[in-house]
């Protein structure tokens, strides 16, 4: 077995700049533990066999929902529910830790030129 | 549906202030994600079925190991892998954010009079 290392969450930040493009840091039984930059606009999409966690590190981000957004600073966690349609949206620079089980598409069901390719760190 | 709200993670850790209790703030499918307030040294424990994360949030936190220790500030992370004793240590007052399995006891298979009841906040 891989001993596994403790990750911190801002040396692994400083590893990348791109957006909308979560790293895996860590696994969690058959979840990740990821990280992401995020600005500007995602794409309204919805995971309809998983809820998906959002935690702020940095930044302020607005998840948000068809019935009202969602306003997050550091230190906010919010859980979008399974089936429930999203859309992210952060004006300035947004680092966030995600979990969500594996092999969740970014992008759900809307696809598109933002799905990013699964990456770890 | 219960629309989930946002959890602004120091305002729920002003709510209590015992040690060695997690309290369950948000659910991710059947995980839960959990705030613990720890301080002293805990018990020897395994969690057979499961990892274990611990994201320290205030404080320093050591996970004793048969191996080594691992020692974690603010903003650093650590699975436990399913099946690996650990102890947890703090010198002073920590907090902490969990996530693991609905279900999980803290004593894990060790019991003993620190094993807490599932509480929610």
Redesign the interface.
Known sequence: ?D????????EKLALFADHWSPRTV????D?E?KLVKVQGEFVWHTHED????FLV?DGRLTIQLR?GD???GP?????V??GVEHCPRADGEVAALL???EGVVNTGSAGGELTAVPQSL
């Open positions: 077995m001993t596994p290392r403790k990750i911190n969450l801002q860590a696994r969690l039984n979840y533990i998983t809820d998906e966690l590190l019935d969602v306003e997050l230190g906010e966690l919010y859980v529910p399974r979990v969500e089980p």
